[in-house]
């Protein structure tokens, strides 16, 4: 247990069903970050948040939506997905944004599967 | 993109040390160099960081060069477990950006 909570661990959803991804962290960090990593790929990072406010986006489809309602709390909301959205989805938390500063605390991931 | 070079793969025998290199020649004076590494299908775990002195925790030790240019991250005696992809990081616009990093094999 890494202080990161990410549920379902494991998802399975058709292309036409809405989910949600959800990730906890109750390390007291302010900034929080979703990656996608899909088979056999580097991670990539989605999304951003800092006090809960986005501050990056990397060009992600809008099937994906993020959503921080508090500096603990991140979502991913998933809806008409394609099967090459399956990947392991991974949270992450830092106490401030810097990287330089400040390594990130990951979560175990959920691995989507969308048939 | 990532700004280090790692080699793809790397093999070590259980109970000896794992040497495994990362060349970050563009790094810049106040930059720090990040190591995790990701068991098959589990989220990256944090592992060390270092500046420009050399760093031990309890897990591994960072040599990095002088020059800075490159880095040595040295798990002193590798068990089953190390087996893992390890990633050297120096993060761009201050987040971490993961490149490929190093498949270590550590065989029994």
């Known amino acids: 247990e890494t202080g990161v909570t990410q549920t379902p661990r494991h998802l399975v959803m058709g292309m036409t069903n809405k989910k949600s991804l959800k990730c906890e962290q109750h390390?007291?960090?302010?900034?929080m970050y979703w990656y996608k990593q899909s088979a056999k790929k580097p991670l990539e990072l989605m999304f951003v948040?800092?006090?809960?406010?986005?501050?990056e986006n990397n060009s992600v489809p809008s099937r994906f939506s993020p959503e921080c309602p508090n500096s603990s709390h991140l979502f991913l909301h998933l809806h008409t997905l394609q099967p090459e959205d399956s990947a392991l989805y991974l949270c992450?938390?830092?106490?401030?944004?810097?990287?330089?500063?400040?390594?990130?605390?990951f979560g175990s991931g959920t691995r989507l599967t969308v048939v | 993109d990532a700004k280090t070079t790692q080699p793809p793969s790397m093999d070590c025998a259980e109970g000896r040390a794992a040497n495994l290199p990362c060349n970050h020649s563009?790094?810049?004076?106040?930059?720090?160099v990040y190591w995790y590494r990701q068991i098959h299908s589990q989220g990256p775990q944090y592992i060390i960081h270092?500046?420009?002195n050399n760093e031990t925790n309890e897990m591994a030790s960072l040599i990095i060069t002088e020059d800075r240019k490159s880095s040595t991250l040295i798990l002193p005696h590798a068990t089953l477990r190390d087996t893992a992809v390890y990633y050297c990081?120096?993060?761009?616009?201050?987040?971490?950006?993961f490149g490929k990093g190093t498949k270590l094999t550590v065989n029994p």
């Open positions: 563009t790094i810049s004076g106040n930059e720090y």
């Open positions: 992450a938390s830092s106490q401030g944004q810097g990287a330089s500063n400040y390594g990130y605390t």
């Open positions: 948040y800092n006090f809960k406010e986005q501050t």
């Open positions: 990081i120096v993060p761009y616009s201050e987040k971490l950006v």
């Open positions: 270092g500046l420009k």
């Open positions: 390390l007291g960090h302010n900034a």
